[in-house]
């Protein structure tokens, strides 16, 4: 699926939604009644969302600190969204790793009354009572990303397939490597007591079962941070003076794992590398070192919370599907960047 790039919100909406949105409208197209199509079409486009300003909507916006390139994304890609629309007011808060003062901060957009809040906690689950207490105050919440503990904590989850980000990076390596006998790969992975660290290597295990000419012969976990990825790469290296390929995990933690390839002058295998990061976009496009892709975890997600948001608050559906409230889930997909598309999705990479 291809990430939007496009500045207009309903475009992007569209190709966010992508081929749930056109078997949506197929479906439509194939039950539909000729004598009331116009009829149908017209409470439909009424009850859409779209870029026409409509009723004003405060939106409150918590998230944790942005202290990591995604996160920092995460932040910008609201407000960007949120300033596209004259209808949309945005309260969003510092952002805190500590959950009793991020609490605090969405306490305080309660006591507001902001019409709709988008929370991207710290902890999903040590967060979900208060996502309850805003549900039960009248305030629908988006959960952006890492899900609450229960359902009734939020209206709508929209986030990343941790799994399937796993899955595609050892499918891409998996046909790299498919010519060759008794290939290996190692992983350089994210906080292991994470729940979406151990999702994605899942993923990337279960995708080299496909691959029976490859062993993953050695794993190390790192922080998502740059002096992490430098120290656990440099031990991988130490550890395996052979291998065919990489993966790791996280961008940011990347340019650490990438100053240990450069010390260790190796450059006799393949680097997929994880989120999206516009660094990480450059090199590929460079072509010049060992990282040939990264398995995309959008932080257009947040944008998409904002337009989900407003919808909610307006009382309206996502355009390109037939419902007349907008999805209670939407997982977005983790295409693989390379050098074929890169400059596809160049304009989605953070810094």
Known sequence: MRY???????????LLLGTAAAGALFAAGCTSNENNDSDENSKQAANTANDKPGKAVTIGFAGPQADHGWLNAINQQAKRRAKEYKDVTLEITEGSNDTAQQIG???TLINKKVDVLVILPADGKALTQVGLKAMRAGIPVVNLDRVFASPQAYRCWIGGDNYGMGFNAGQYIGEQLKGKKNAKVIELAGIDNLELTRQRTEGFNDALKNYPNIKKVGRQSAEFTVESGQSKMAQLLQAHSDFDALWNHDDDQGVGAERAIKQAGRDDFLMVGGAGAKHAMDAIKA???????????????????????????????????????I????????AVVTKDNVDEYLPTGFS
């Open 327 to 334: 999805p209670a889930s939407l997982t977005l997909y983790s």
């Open 4 to 14: 939007p790039t496009s500045s207009s919100p309903t475009s992007r909406r569209n």
């Open 105 to 107: 901060q969405i306490e």
């Open 287 to 325: 072509g010049n070192t060992v990282l040939k892709a990264t398995v995309l975890y959008p932080p257009t997600m947040a944008a998409s919370a904002i337009d989900l948001a407003r919808a909610l608050g307006q009382g309206k559906g996502v355009g390109g599907l037939a419902e007349l409230e």
